[in-house]
């Protein structure tokens, strides 16, 4: 085989391996065309003509979108507001807080700094089902069952990953910055906010990016400790519209969940780089 | 640290480490001692607690649904690895040899990764219905659909994220040895196991890590797919639910109708915990040994 056949039988397999998978991503991408197809069929088709496409007495329009959004005694809109809430507060008070202490950790060699990363670091392997029922009740007797206060559950039981990560990236920062710093005047607090929080952006834009993925679809633990006849998240809404057997209507079910992926979609697209960047960041520490 | 920066350091610490530790203290430390606790005692409520010993462990270890869920669990967090691991690291493979759209394709294949659990399970639970229901039958009523469908959902799902993960791993290897390896006339395949593939180890180990623990720990998708559904009834009246994962079992067994069991459901978490903790740690232990030193 000369060179110039090797050559054209290279690009002929690159060109063989593309369109493999490029079928293989149309294939992903048709579960989430079900459930845009499906938002605009009528409930009772659902269930049989799953994979058509809705014409004629199968088309909805938009009725379940109207059926989901006002569908039982729970306004659709009150829990995309509290997901939005609790979803920004948790990833600001993580993002602050953890940076704060890891940079402290990081730089202080105190017995009590150790105990706090070692615990930080134990709790990464610990499972939610381990501590669901003490936390919610010993969240309830602190009142921390509201939208508002519930990013402190959040910053708790989140907080080994975020350490972790922060204490990584400032061991790699080097100390004389710092030292120049308190030399010309700062202290302690002054050093942290305007030299090292700028230092950790992309640490902090990685730790966000994940928050933001586990808080926003997270469900047992906002259904566990909120008070769920006041407060609901996404999550909580959808399970509750399901979960209620005999009744269920498939058309509205979808239409609510297409809602709730859009702007999860949008932001991936728009975030991308960042979201790829983050989850390799994250694993790579973890 | 040394010199001027030190004692100013020390005056500070409650300011750094006070949010942090006040809130890691309500939301992890406290629960879990006190789950420990717990797990000892028989209760309703948490004020009114009565010590029996090990006897919630006792009971959980007799609890034919929490041995089966056990099984159902180990061998659904096997198969999903070996699946999602095998399927990712190819995709990873296929995406680093330069081919056209390979950005759009890697965009693709991770996009499910950030739809929730219960979202997912309520879109899929509709595919699989509306395929099954054309053979006059349910995902909720054959345990082999519920768990072939879970697999399914679990590699849509994932294949994305480690590949991810063996994409950064992949390019990480060292050029000059692939270069090394061609000069010497090694074939593709041989290049791929001989030289690709132990210097990516890092990555297999993370990836591997993540994917049996979070087989071990699934619960949202468990729920929202069959819920544990079909269920079998036991000789001795009891029920066990065919496709219920240990998370869902310890739910259930927390905030079921039987609101005695709330000790023997704090044992079955700490066995729980002590399953997940010791497999990771087990694992990762194991493969950190085949990783190259570079």
Same mark, same amino acid.
């Given at each position: 085989?000369?060179?110039?056949?090797?050559?054209?039988?290279?690009?002929?397999?690159?060109?063989?391996?593309?369109?493999?998978?490029?079928?293989?991503?149309?294939?992903?991408?048709?579960?989430?065309?079900?459930?845009?197809?499906?938002?605009?069929?009528?409930?009772?088709?659902?269930?049989?003509?799953?994979? =058509?496409?809705?014409?004629?007495? +199968?088309?909805?329009?938009?009725?379940?979108?109207?059926?989901?959004?006002?569908?039982?005694?729970?306004?659709?809109?009150?829990?995309?507001?509290?997901?939005?809430?609790?979803?920004?507060?948790?990833?600001?008070?993580?993002?602050?807080?953890?940076? +704060?202490? =890891?940079?402290?950790?990081?730089?202080?060699?105190?017995?009590?700094?150790?105990?706090?990363?070692?615990?930080?670091?134990?709790?990464?392997?610990?499972?939610?089902?381990?501590?669901?029922?003490?936390?919610?009740?010993? !969240?309830?007797?602190?009142?921390?069952?509201?939208?508002?206060?519930?990013?402190?559950?959040?910053?708790?039981?989140?907080?080994?990953?975020?350490?972790?990560?922060?204490?990584?990236?400032?061991?790699?920062?080097?100390?004389?910055?710092?030292?120049?710093?308190?030399?010309?005047?700062?202290?302690?607090?002054?050093?942290?906010?305007?030299?090292?929080?700028? +230092?950790?952006?992309?640490? +902090?834009?990685?730790?966000?990016?994940?928050?933001?993925?586990?808080?926003?679809?997270?469900?047992?633990?906002?259904?566990?400790?909120?008070?769920?006849?006041?407060?609901?998240?996404?999550?909580?809404?959808?399970?509750?519209?399901?979960?209620?057997?005999?009744?269920?209507?498939?058309?509205?079910?979808?239409?609510?969940?297409?809602?709730?992926?859009?702007?999860?979609?949008?932001?991936?697209?728009?975030?991308?780089?960042?979201?790829?960047?983050?989850?390799?960041?994250?694993?790579?520490? /973890? | 640290?040394?010199?001027?920066?030190?004692?100013?350091?020390?005056?500070?610490?409650?300011?750094?480490?006070?949010?942090?530790?006040?809130?890691?203290?309500?939301?992890?430390?406290?629960?879990?001692?006190?789950?420990?606790?717990?797990?000892?005692?028989?209760?309703?409520?948490?004020?009114?607690?009565?010590?029996? /010993?090990?006897?919630?462990?006792?009971?959980?270890?007799?609890?034919?649904?929490?041995?089966?869920?056990?099984?159902?669990? !180990?061998?659904?967090?096997?198969?999903?690895?070996?699946?999602?691991?095998? *399927?990712?690291?190819?995709?990873?493979?296929?995406?680093?040899?330069?081919?056209? /759209?390979?950005?759009?394709?890697?965009?693709?294949?991770?996009?499910?990764?950030?739809? /929730?659990?219960?979202?997912?399970?309520?879109?899929?639970?509709?595919?699989?219905?509306?395929?099954?229901?054309?053979?006059?039958?349910?995902? *909720?009523?054959?345990?082999?659909?519920?768990?072939?469908?879970?697999?399914?959902?679990?590699?849509?799902?994932?294949?994305?994220?480690?590949?991810?993960?063996?994409?950064?791993?992949?390019?990480?290897?060292?050029?000059?040895?692939?270069?090394?390896?061609?000069?010497?006339?090694?074939?593709?395949?041989?290049?791929?196991?001989?030289?690709?593939?132990?210097?990516?180890?890092?990555?297999?180990?993370?990836?591997?890590?993540?994917?049996?623990?979070?087989?071990?720990?699934?619960?949202?998708?468990?729920?929202?797919?069959?819920?544990?559904?079909?269920?079998?009834?036991?000789?001795?009246?009891?029920?066990?639910?065919?496709?219920?994962?240990?998370?869902?079992?310890?739910?259930?067994?927390?905030?079921?109708?039987?609101?005695?069991?709330?000790?023997?459901?704090?044992?079955?978490?700490?066995?729980?915990?002590?399953?997940?903790?010791?497999?990771?740690?087990?694992?990762?232990?194991?493969?950190?040994?085949?990783?190259?030193?570079?």
């Amino acid at each position: 085989m000369n060179k110039q056949e090797s050559i054209a039988a290279e690009r002929r397999r690159k060109t063989t391996l593309s369109v493999v998978l490029g079928v293989i991503c149309i294939i992903y991408v048709l579960p989430v065309l079900s459930v845009v197809i499906n938002s605009f069929k009528v409930n009772t088709f659902v269930k049989t003509d799953t994979f =058509a496409i809705p014409t004629g007495e +199968m088309w909805a329009g938009f009725a379940n979108f109207i059926k989901g959004m006002t569908f039982g005694n729970y306004p659709f809109w009150n829990s995309v507001k509290y997901s939005v809430i609790i979803t920004v507060l948790s990833t600001a008070l993580i993002i602050l807080f953890t940076s +704060m202490a =890891a940079w402290y950790i990081a730089r202080v060699n105190s017995f009590l700094c150790k105990v706090i990363y070692y615990l930080c670091v134990f709790s990464m392997v610990v499972p939610f089902q381990m501590v669901m029922f003490t936390l919610s009740k010993t !969240a309830d007797s602190l009142h921390l069952n509201t939208p508002w206060t519930i990013p402190i559950v959040y910053l708790g039981f989140g907080a080994g990953l975020a350490i972790f990560m922060f204490v990584g990236f400032v061991k790699s920062i080097p100390l004389e910055i710092e030292e120049a710093a308190s030399i010309d005047g700062c202290g302690p607090v002054r050093t942290y906010f305007s030299v090292v929080f700028p +230092m950790l952006k992309p640490t +902090m834009i990685s730790v966000g990016i994940l928050e933001i993925m586990w808080v926003w679809n997270d469900y047992l633990l906002p259904y566990l400790v909120l008070d769920i006849n006041k407060y609901r998240t996404i999550p909580i809404h959808i399970q509750y519209l399901k979960g209620s057997y005999g009744t269920v209507d498939l058309g509205a079910t979808m239409a609510l969940i297409l809602l709730s992926i859009i702007p999860v979609i949008i932001f991936y697209l728009a975030c991308q780089k960042y979201i790829i960047k983050g989850v390799a960041a994250g694993a790579v520490k /973890g | 640290m040394k010199g001027i920066f030190k004692n100013p350091m020390r005056r500070w610490g409650w300011f750094f480490l006070g949010p942090v530790t006040a809130a890691f203290c309500i939301g992890f430390v406290w629960p879990f001692f006190q789950g420990i606790y717990l797990s000892f005692c028989k209760f309703k409520l948490i004020s009114k607690t009565t010590w029996v /010993g090990f006897d919630n462990y006792v009971q959980a270890l007799k609890d034919a649904s929490f041995m089966h869920s056990f099984w159902y669990t !180990a061998l659904f967090a096997i198969v999903s690895l070996l699946f999602i691991n095998v *399927l990712g690291f190819a995709a990873a493979y296929a995406l680093t040899q330069g081919i056209k /759209g390979s950005n759009l394709y890697r965009t693709v294949f991770f996009m499910p990764n950030l739809i /929730g659990g219960i979202v997912l399970g309520y879109i899929w639970s509709m595919i699989f219905d509306g395929i099954l229901s054309r053979y006059g039958t349910s995902i *909720l009523l054959e345990t082999k659909y519920g768990f072939w469908g879970l697999i399914i959902l679990m590699c849509w799902q994932q294949i994305g994220y480690m590949m991810i993960i063996y994409i950064a791993g992949l390019q990480s290897v060292p050029e000059d040895m692939l270069e090394a390896a061609k000069i010497d006339g090694a074939t593709k395949r041989q290049t791929l196991f001989r030289v690709t593939i132990p210097n990516v180890m890092p990555s297999i180990t993370i990836c591997t890590f993540l994917s049996l623990t979070n087989g071990f720990k699934l619960f949202d998708q468990n729920l929202a797919l069959t819920a544990g559904q079909p269920f079998i009834i036991q000789p001795d009246g009891s029920t066990v639910k065919t496709t219920e994962m240990l998370a869902l079992n310890i739910y259930n067994t927390f905030y079921g109708q039987n609101s005695a069991s709330k000790g023997v459901g704090q044992a079955k978490a700490v066995l729980f915990f002590i399953l997940v903790a010791g497999l990771g740690l087990a694992q990762l232990s194991y493969t950190r040994k085949r990783e190259v030193q570079q």
